[in-house]
């Protein structure tokens, strides 16, 4: 049994050595698999790490990012340093497999930021350091995984000019909390209401003018030495928990400048009630649908906060036709009946709040009244909107109508009025229109030659109050002026907005589609037909005249090359009668041609496998060969 033992133990040695990366230590003596890797000038993470480690080190070297695949399966790693590496690249889920990991050192590296997938996977992590750093945003899911776990979050001698305080006010389990050297200006009130177990908060060399109140007592240790704080009655809490080593200081009032917080009395860290400098409304009276600024100053110490309240008396929030600016306006984009009231501009802070209301005055649209309404009346006040009272354009006889609805379709409607020649200084035409189930208008401004308007995309049988105005200058430097030309009633018409007749736009563009398509078949169909041409083309057998048999004596012979020409006989000698073979002697032409019957030339051209008829006596008559393309039998009998 010892025998077997001695050499397993060796073999698990040997793998063990074999899984250690070079230039790295791995004690044997240690109680789990630790790495160390510290100052080996390594350029990157080693692919051949234990992935049953505990603990690895690979601090002080050059790694410049992390992969993926660096810390793969590496489910068992409790502790993990990277410090002062130059790290400058972190990739989505490099750590996702370590889910054991509770300590992650990231110190002294060159993070520009941090996303919510570069920590994934960190579930069970304590302690994160990410000190000396480049950070200059922290996305808020970035400590997701580890909200409810993590115990120390050391971000200083950072770029950090805020923080996701939302995130960081969910760390039930958070105890120390260090944020010096950075940039932050403000730390929202309750945001560190919610860390029961915070024992220290360091604050350090940032930018805070004031602080609110830590959870307490006997709260954390706080450090907020180097901020310009402004000392006021905003900071008695941390007044009353300085001691006599505290560096916090104060940068403002000027009386209170320089001096150490724990120095200055009580009675002195005094607030100044708000006061309201101004409060107006620009301008003071707006036509329904023109926009309307509302300001409002204010001045304390600290200072205050602005906000308005309605003439219904709720407070005014951002929507669609209101939006509250950074400096405490308020913008009215389109005025409507129910802004006619007064405003109050609210201004408060830790001594007390101050208030002022602004008169509004939105004033309806001018309409022509029915015959006999209202004569001798005057009514104060804001009147119904002139789209309640549209149809009073209907009670005008025929001929003095100002506003016509013609054309009337179930999608469109055209507008038409009554040249305003006699209105001096005319700027434009405004329109002003909404449908019986809409309470939101639609305004159209038009130029001053317009004398009509085609009205689109309306809905189907649905009834349209609408009005027409013209702006006009009284004056070079007065503002524009209003005057209402009528108001009409009409209704489109109830079909489906489907089964009106196509636009002449949309009839272009179906021609060409068609024409396109036209050319596309022919030329599709001209193409079919040549390749159908071509390929009965190669259907049809070809010729093989190159094996074609002599019918004489059934063998087949290659053309015989062509004798060269006889010499010329002297030019005074008459040319000999060529001597023909009789017909019964051998090679003559009775012979190859027992039919009587001689072959046709398909060609005009001599050919050379045939004897020369002019040939000299002397010469041997040559037997004619049929083996050549440049003959053909018609016919033989």
Not at 395 to 422: D, K, M, N, Y
Not at 517 to 530: E, G, K, M, N, T
Request: aromatic share 4%; hydrophobic share 45%; glycine share 8%.
């Amino acid at each position: 049994m010892a025998k077997l033992l001695v050499p397993l133990v060796v073999l698990g040695a040997v793998a063990g050595a074999q899984r250690c990366p070079p230039r790295c230590l791995c004690p044997a003596a240690a109680p789990s698999p630790t790495l160390l890797c510290a100052r080996t000038g390594l350029l990157a993470v080693p692919p051949s790490l234990d992935r049953g480690a505990v603990e690895l080190r690979l601090a002080d070297n050059f790694i410049g990012a992390v992969g993926r695949a660096d810390f793969a399966n590496m489910s068992s790693l409790v502790h993990l340093t990277l410090s002062r590496n130059g790290l400058r690249r972190l990739a989505p889920g490099a750590f996702a497999d370590l889910r054991a990991l509770r300590a992650l050192h990231l110190d002294g590296n060159r993070l520009p930021a941090l996303s919510g997938a570069q920590l994934r996977g960190l579930a069970s992590l304590r302690h994160l350091i990410l000190a000396n750093n480049q950070l200059a945003a922290i996305e808020p899911a970035a400590f997701a995984a580890f909200a409810a776990t993590v115990e120390d979050l050391d971000l200083s001698h950072n770029n950090l000019p805020a923080l996701p305080w939302e995130a960081v006010a969910g760390m039930a389990s958070l105890a120390t909390l260090t944020l010096d050297h950075n940039l932050l200006e403000r730390v929202p009130a309750g945001a560190l209401a919610g860390l029961p177990r915070l024992a220290r908060l360091d604050l350090t060399a940032n930018r805070l003018r004031a602080l609110p109140p830590v959870p307490g007592p006997p709260g954390p240790s706080l450090a907020a030495g180097g901020n310009p704080l402004h000392c006021n009655c905003e900071l008695l809490w941390l007044r009353r928990l300085a001691r006599p080593d505290g560096l916090e200081s104060c940068a403002s009032p000027p009386p209170l400048a320089g001096r150490l917080l724990w120095a200055v009395p009580e009675e002195e860290l005094a607030c100044r009630a708000p006061a309201i400098a101004g409060a107006a409304a620009s301008p003071a009276a707006v036509l329904e649908g023109q926009p309307l600024r509302l300001g409002c100053a204010a001045a304390g110490d600290p200072p205050p906060a602005l906000h308005w309240l309605g003439p219904d008396g709720r407070l005014v929030q951002n929507g669609s036709r209101r939006a509250l600016g950074a400096d405490g306006s308020l913008q009215l984009r389109v005025a409507t009946l129910r802004d006619h009231g007064a405003f109050t501009c609210v201004a408060s802070n830790a001594a007390g709040e101050a208030a002022a209301r602004v008169q509004v005055a939105v004033l309806p649209l001018p309409v022509p009244r029915r015959d006999g309404e209202g004569e001798g009346e005057a009514q104060p006040g804001p009147e119904p909107s002139d789209m309640a009272r549209a149809g009073g354009n209907e009670s005008r006889p025929a001929g003095e109508r100002r506003i016509v609805a013609a054309e009337l379709t179930a999608s469109s409607a055209r507008i038409r009025w009554l040249p305003q020649r006699h209105v001096p200084g005319l700027r434009m035409f405004q329109i002003q229109y909404n449908s019986s189930l809409d309470d939101s208008f639609v305004y159209r401004l038009l130029p001053p030659s317009s004398r009509s308007f085609v009205l689109r995309d309306l809905a189907a049988g649905r009834e349209y109050d609408l009005c027409v105005s013209a702006l006009y200058a009284e004056g070079s430097a007065a503002p524009p002026a209003t005057r209402a030309l009528g108001c009409v009633r009409f209704a489109t018409a109830g079909g489906s907005p489907g089964c009106a007749a196509p636009r002449p736009h949309f009839l272009g563009g179906t021609v060409i589609i068609v024409i396109g398509a036209a050319i596309a078949a022919s030329v599709l169909v001209f193409i079919l037909i040549l390749t159908a041409r071509y390929k009965a083309a190669r259907r049809l057998p070809a010729a093989n005249v190159a094996s074609v048999c002599s019918q004489t004596n059934g063998t087949h012979r290659a053309p015989e090359p062509e004798p060269p020409p006889p010499p010329l006989p002297p030019p005074s000698a008459p040319p000999a009668p060529p001597v023909l073979a009789p017909l019964g002697a051998p090679g003559g032409a009775r012979g190859l041609f027992p039919s009587h019957s001689y072959p046709r030339r398909a060609r005009t051209r001599r050919h050379g496998s045939l004897p020369r008829l002019d040939a000299p006596d002397a010469l041997p008559t040559l037997r004619p060969s049929f083996g050549s393309t440049h003959w053909m039998l018609e016919s033989t009998v």
